[in-house]
């Protein structure tokens, strides 16, 4: 059955809790969050080029800060549900986690 590589990570970053009038001087107030990302590292690839590419994706993983998964090609939601185990992995708090839709759009909640 033909697998799929995918690298997630966890970064810091915050979100805003209260808007204050910036016109009068008045900060917004934040809180931290952590965001998951994740991206494939290769689609669909057959078993006898899997173990090749997972070493790839590993060395490149270590360097970058990501967390590397390997899942079936069937999978309806791969890169969502890389970042829910990865944020399950490190025992992130759903009231602190989002997930990264890309740019320009919402985070994700759990």
Same mark, same amino acid.
């Given at each position: 059955?033909?697998?799929?590589?995918?690298?997630? /990570?966890?970064?810091d970053d915050f979100e805003v809790t209260a808007r204050g009038r910036v016109d009068l001087g008045e900060r &917004?107030?934040?809180? =931290?969050?952590?965001?998951a990302r994740a991206l494939i590292w290769r689609k669909?690839?057959?078993e006898s080029k899997f173990a090749k590419e997972l070493v790839? *994706?590993?060395?490149? *993983?270590?360097?970058?800060g990501y967390? $590397?998964? *390997?899942?079936?090609?069937?999978?309806?939601? @791969? @890169?969502? /549900?890389a970042k829910r185990e990865l944020l399950a992995r &490190?025992? $992130?708090?759903? =009231? $602190? *986690? /989002? @997930?990264?839709q890309g740019e320009g759009k919402p985070l994700g909640r759990l």
């Open positions: 059955m033909p697998t799929t590589i995918v690298l997630s /990570r966890i970064e &917004h107030k934040t809180r =931290d969050i952590k965001v669909s690839l057959p790839k *994706a590993e060395e490149f *993983a270590k360097v970058e967390e $590397v998964f *390997a899942f079936p090609s069937t999978e309806r939601d @791969l @890169l969502n /549900r &490190h025992g $992130v708090s759903p =009231d $602190v *986690a /989002r @997930l990264w």
